[in-house]
């Protein structure tokens, strides 16, 4: 069984649109060009969540092939990178920087993984801000009211096409995660206010109630 979980965010287009002063600046390399506005923006937002630890509650929301509400959920994570720790309903995920718990609280069952080596991985954003050079190829689309809109296109086969990021420009704020599938359907992780946290990595290691199964597949 895989760490993965399902999509952690998704929310609706913007439309209300202002002039952008930013501009893409394009660098053309030997393997191709390189989108340094984009690049820069993002290492900014890296910068910030992987600063030191914080909380914040992100929203949920996937959508169909016809671009109907299909799922909703609210989430409240906590990060101290590489750790984290998601607590979504019933459903919890702990990561302790080489672990990986997902507990179902309705079902008292937890199973364990070792951590994704994947650092692109959306259920952690931050890791994915940090090493998506690898992964990912970054193009600056435009800035409406002082966010950047910014895509990250896979370098080799997914399930999705793009990654679409919503960064405030002036702080460097991550606000949004869209995920274009190939069959239209698209999910969108929405975050609110960042929280800074105080909280050592030890809290992010899980143990598990009396009576909980556990399921260790590391």
């Known amino acids: ?22 501009s893409a600046q394009i660098t053309h390399t030997a393997t191709g060009a390189v989108d340094e506005t984009a690049n820069k923006i993002i290492k900014k937002a890296s910068d910030k969540m992987n600063s030191g630890a914080f909380s914040v509650p992100v929203t ?17 994570i906590t990060y101290k990178s590489p750790c984290y720790k998601v607590i979504a309903g019933d459903i919890e995920l702990w990561c302790d920087g080489a672990s990986v718990w997902q507990v179902n609280r309705n079902t008292r069952e937890v199973v364990v993984n ?24 970054a193009k600056f689309i435009r800035e409406e009211n002082g966010t950047a809109i910014i895509d990250l296109q896979p370098k080799k086969g997914r399930t999705f096409h793009k990654l679409r990021l919503f ?4 702080t460097g704020r991550l606000k949004k995660i869209e995920q274009h599938n190939y069959d239209s359907s698209r ?15 030890e809290a992010f290691k899980y143990t598990a109630p009396k009576g909980y199964e556990i399921v260790d597949m590391r």
């Open 60 to 76: 949920v929301v996937n959508y169909d092939a016809n671009k109907k509400e299909i799922f909703r959920q609210k989430a409240d």
């Open 114 to 137: 070792n951590m994704t080596k994947d650092d692109d991985d959306i259920t952690n954003p931050a890791a994915l801000l940090a090493n998506y050079k690898k992964n990912y190829r």
């Open 187 to 201: 999910g969108e992780y929405t975050f609110g206010k960042y929280t800074p946290a105080k909280v050592a990595v």
């Open 1 to 22: 069984m895989s760490a993965r979980t399902p999509g952690l965010f998704f929310l609706v287009f913007s439309f209300y649109f202002s002039v952008s002063p930013l």
């Open 167 to 170: 960064i405030e420009t002036a």
